[in-house]
C-alpha cells in the first residue's frame, strides 16, 4: 500500500479544502446552534462531485476511489461536521448500497440523482428497540401482490429531516430474525410517511436527525433492494463502507480542533510568554498530531483495501473504533489548551470537542467494533 497521495488526489484536497473554508466555514457556527440543515451547501456539494465521490460518471457521480472520499469527508468535516456526515451519509449509506445491490433501473432512478446532489438520501435501519442488535427490528413489510406495505418506525435517521429517499429495511417474518430482513427504496413523498423535526443532541445540530414513521406505506416490487431475506447482508455490507467515512469524519474533527489549539497557543500568553512554550502544551500536540496521522493511515488503509477488492471488515471498524476514540483524546486537549475560554461558545473549539462523541456511536458503537475485530482476527487464528 502506497501512503502517498496522488497528483490527482492532491489537487481534490485543495479544491475541497478551498470550498470548505469559502463555503462550508462561514456557516458551520450557524449551523450548529441554530440546527438549521445545509441544504445549499450539499446542493453545491453535488455540483463539485462530492454527493457521489466513488460512485461511476456512469451514474451521475465523480468516478473517484475511496481514499479520495476520505479526503473529501476528512477535509469537510474538519470545519463542520454536520455537513460531513451529511454527505458521508448520502456516499457511503445511500449510494453504495444502491451501485452494490441495485438494478440498472433502480441507479437510472434514484442513484444518478443522489451522486449528482439532485436528491438526497438517508438510511433508515436504526428502531427504538434496534439499536446494535439490528436483527431485532420491528417494521415490518407485508407483500401483497406486487406491492409491500411498510409499518413501523425508524429514529435518529441523518438526513431524516430533508431526505428525499430513505433505505428502509423491514421483516418479512419477524421470527427469522436477520434472515427475514429486507431493504426497500422508499421515496419519502409516499402517503403514510411522517418525520419529525431535527432531534435536539449533544452535536451534529445540523445534520437533519428526524424520526421516520410509515403507516401503511405502499411500496411497488421494483424498489425493493435485492433479493427478500438479503436486508441484512446489504446493511452489514453498506455499515463496513460506512465505517469508513464515520473514521475519516473523526479525523476532520480532529485535525479542526487541533488547529484550532495551535493557533490559540501562539497568541495566548500566560507568566510572561505565549502557552506554546510551555514543554507540557508541546507534549499535548506531540500527543495529537501523531494519533490524528496513525487514525488517518489506518482510514486510507481500509479504504485502499476496498479500491482493490480486498476485504476490509476488520480494518474498516479498526479505523472507526480508532479514530473516534481519537478524537475524543484530541478535542478534550484541544479544549484544555484553551482553559476557560474553551468552555464558551465564543470558540469553535467547545462545538468539536461535542461533535466528536457522536463517532463513538453512530455506524456501529466502538464496543460492536471491538466485537468485529475480536471475531474476525478468532476467525484467521
Keep these: 500500500m502506497d501512503i502517498s497521495l496522488s497528483d490527482e488526489q492532491k489537487m481534490l484536497r485543495e479544491e475541497v479544502r478551498r470550498f470548505a473554508e469559502e463555503v462550508v466555514k462561514p456557516i458551520a457556527k450557524r449551523v450548529d446552534s441554530d440546527k438549521v440543515f445545509p441544504l445549499e451547501f450539499f446542493r453545491s456539494a453535488g455540483e463539485l462531485g462530492l454527493a457521489g465521490v466513488f460512485v461511476p460518471e456512469r451514474w451521475g457521480g465523480a468516478g473517484m476511489d475511496t481514499v479520495s472520499y ?3 469527508i476528512e477535509e469537510i468535516s474538519r470545519v463542520s461536521a454536520s455537513c460531513g456526515v451529511i454527505l458521508s451519509v448520502n456516499n457511503s449509506l445511500v449510494c453504495q448500497p444502491i451501485l452494490d445491490f441495485g438494478s440498472d433501473e433502480q441507479k437510472e432512478e434514484f442513484l444518478k440523482p443522489l451522486a449528482s446532489g439532485e436528491k438526497l438520501g438517508c438510511f433508515a435501519l436504526t428502531e427504538p428497540e434496534a439499536g446494535s442488535d439490528a436483527a431485532s427490528i420491528r417494521t415490518v413489510a407485508e407483500k401483497k ?22 433505505i428502509v429495511f423491514a421483516t418479512l ?28 443532541k449533544l452535536g451534529v445540530n445540523g445534520s437533519g436527525t428526524a424520526e421516520l414513521v410509515f403507516d401503511n406505506v405502499m411500496v411497488p416490487e421494483k424498489y425493493r433492494l435485492g433479493e427478500e431475506g438479503e436486508g441484512f447482508k446489504v446493511a452489514m455490507k453498506t455499515l463496513d463502507g460506512g465505517r469508513i467515512g464515520i473514521a475519516a469524519q473523526a479525523v476532520g474533527i480532529a485535525r479542526g480542533a487541533f488547529e484550532e489549539a495551535l493557533e490559540y497557543a501562539k497568541t495566548r500568553e500566560q507568566f510572561g510568554k505565549p502557552i506554546k512554550d510551555f514543554q507540557a502544551i508541546q507534549f499535548y500536540f506531540a500527543d495529537m498530531i501523531t494519533e490524528i496521522d ?13 479500491d482493490n477488492g480486498k476485504k476490509y471488515t476488520l480494518e474498516a471498524a479498526q479505523a472507526k473504533l480508532f479514530a473516534s476514540q481519537m478524537a475524543q483524546k484530541v478535542t478534550n486537549l484541544a479544549l484544555q489548551i484553551h482553559g476557560g475560554y474553551g468552555y464558551t461558545k465564543d470558540y469553535n473549539v467547545e462545538r468539536y470537542f461535542r461533535d466528536a462523541r457522536i463517532t463513538e456511536i453512530y455506524e456501529g458503537t466502538s464496543e460492536i467494533h471491538k466485537l468485529v475485530i475480536a471475531r474476525e482476527l478468532i476467525g484467521k487464528i
Design 70 to 72: 476520505c479526503i473529501v
Design 173 to 200: 417474518d419477524r421470527s427469522l430474525r436477520h434472515k427475514g430482513i429486507t431493504a426497500f427504496l422508499v421515496p419519502l413523498d409516499l402517503q403514510g410517511v411522517e418525520r419529525s423535526g431535527e432531534e435536539y
Design 145 to 166: 401482490g406486487g406491492k409491500y406495505f411498510i409499518r413501523g418506525s425508524k429514529v435518529f435517521i441523518t438526513n431524516g429531516t430533508n431526505a428525499d429517499l430513505a
Design 294 to 306: 496513525a487514525a488517518r493511515i489506518l482510514t486510507w488503509k481500509a479504504a485502499w483495501l476496498k
